[in-house]
C-alpha cells in the first residue's frame, strides 16, 4: 500500500509529533508499505513573537526534499514566487486588524496559501491509497482536499477543522 505522511514539522525539528510520524512512517516500511512524508517546517521557530505565526506558511525557511532512511521526505517550503503569491497571509501578523478580523485574514490566508500548496499536493495524492494527516491549520486542511478531489482515503490524526 502507498501512503503518504502529512505534517506540519518533520525532522530535523524535533518534537512530539515529529518524532512519532517518524516512527508510524519507519513502521509502516517494515510492513511492506511504501511510505512518503510531507511536511512544510523542518527548523524552529526563531522568529519575533509577532511574526511567529507565519513561520509555519510564509515565512517557512526553505529546505530540500531528502530521504530518512527508507523514507523519502518532500518539502513542502516556499519558493520566492510562492511567498509573493501568499503576502495576505502576512496581513494575520497585523495588530490591529488581527485584534479585530482574525477568522477573515485566517480565511484569506489560508485561500492564498492553497493557490501555492493544492497542485503539489494533488500530485502527491494521486501516487497516494492513504493519506495520513498529521497536521491542522493550512497543509492540513489543503492535503484533505487533495485527498477529497483525488478519492484518497483521508485519515487526520489531529483535529483539523477548515475556516
Avoid at 518533520?10 to 516512527?23: D, K, N, S, T
Amino acid at each position: 500500500m502507498n501512503i503518504l505522511l502529512v505534517t506540519q514539522n518533520y525532522l530535523p525539528f524535533i518534537g512530539g509529533v515529529e518524532m512519532h510520524a517518524r516512527q508510524v512512517a519507519h513502521k509502516l516500511i517494515e510492513g511492506g508499505n511504501q511510505v512518503s512524508v510531507i511536511a512544510s517546517n523542518f527548523a524552529p521557530n526563531k522568529l519575533p513573537k509577532r511574526s511567529a505565526m507565519l513561520h509555519g506558511s510564509l515565512l517557512a525557511p526553505s529546505f530540500d526534499d531528502y530521504t530518512d532512511g527508507p523514507v523519502p521526505v518532500y518539502a513542502l517550503t516556499p519558493r520566492s514566487m510562492d511567498r509573493l503569491k501568499m503576502l495576505p497571509i502576512a496581513l494575520r501578523a497585523t495588530p490591529k486588524l488581527q485584534r479585530y478580523a482574525y477568522h477573515p485574514l485566517h480565511k484569506m490566508g489560508y485561500r492564498s496559501y492553497r493557490s501555492v500548496y493544492l497542485p503539489r499536493l494533488r500530485t502527491m495524492a494521486a501516487k497516494a491509497d492513504i493519506i495520513h494527516v498529521l497536521a491542522h491549520d493550512y497543509i492540513g486542511w489543503t492535503a484533505q482536499q487533495a485527498a477529497r478531489e483525488n478519492g484518497t482515503v483521508s485519515y487526520t490524526h489531529l483535529r483539523a477543522h477548515e475556516t
